[in-house]
């Protein structure tokens, strides 16, 4: 069983919005500005989408978005494009013990 | 842009030892924590190890600890991770990652990956 709690799926029609939500404690999400989430296509290494609770890397479509809101992080995609279809994991900072990874949820573009 | 190349990965028996290591390139590798993050085959991700910018401290998963071993040569701009005692749970792919803050701390976020290197543990 993962430390963070995701749901297994999520899926949404070309267009629409989603939101992925990520549940850790007050040990972790909650303690720390420190959650990330990354997109992992088949056979690829993750890629960085959300830095600091709500941050984007440089070039990443607005499209992407993150919050946090007590012991509960959250990854919404508007918008949604074929491409978006992968695995999405949530991480956070926990302090003595290091850092904490979802189950993943995989995202399934109708 | 950011480079890492993991190698080091293959077939070892239970018990036995491995060595990975990542290169890295086009960035000031010692102005960053470096990790490593593996992934058993059709599973998700799990943080493994961190290492500070300067070399100086070491995070370890609870899963590894007192059998892998996190170390960086900045002079080299490269990151290894000796792993001894092996079990069958540790078969996975094994990232090189390094971390989003340039102040060489470790706060868990990585904004570059390696492409992975495949460990096996079996008989």
């Known amino acids: 069983q993962s430390a963070l709690t995701q749901p297994a799926s999520v899926s949404g029609s070309p267009g629409q919005s989603i939101t992925i939500s990520c549940t850790g404690t007050?040990?972790?999400?909650?303690?720390?500005?420190?959650v990330s989430w990354y997109q992992q296509h088949p056979g690829k290494a993750p890629k960085l989408m959300i830095y600091?609770?709500?941050k984007r890397p440089s070039g990443l479509s607005n499209r992407f978005s993150g919050s946090k809101s007590g012991n509960t992080a959250s990854l919404t995609i508007s918008g949604l494009q074929a491409e978006d279809e992968a695995d999405y994991y949530c991480c956070s900072y926990a302090g003595s013990r290091g850092t904490l990874f979802g189950g993943g949820t995989k995202l399934t573009v109708l | 842009e950011v480079q890492l190349l993991e190698s080091g990965g293959g077939l070892v028996q239970p018990g036995g030892s491995l060595r990975l290591s990542c290169a890295a390139s086009?960035?000031?590798?010692?102005?960053?924590?470096m990790s490593w993050v593996r992934q058993a085959p059709g599973k998700g991700l799990e943080w493994v190890s961190t290492?500070?910018?300067?070399?100086?401290?070491?995070y370890y998963a609870d899963s590894v600890r007192g059998r892998f071993t996190i170390s960086r040569d900045n002079s080299k701009n490269t990151l290894h991770l000796q792993m001894s005692s092996l079990r069958a749970e540790d078969t996975s792919t094994y990232y090189c990652?390094?971390?989003?803050?340039?102040?060489?701390?470790?706060?868990?976020?990585?904004?570059?990956w390696g492409q992975g290197t495949l460990v096996t543990v079996s008989s």
């Open positions: 600091e609770g709500s």
């Open positions: 007050s040990s972790d999400v909650g303690g720390y500005n420190l």
């Open positions: 990652a390094k971390e989003v803050a340039s102040n060489g701390w470790f706060e868990g976020s990585f904004d570059f």
């Open positions: 290492i500070r910018g300067s070399g100086d401290k070491t």
């Open positions: 086009r960035f000031i590798f010692a102005s960053y924590a």
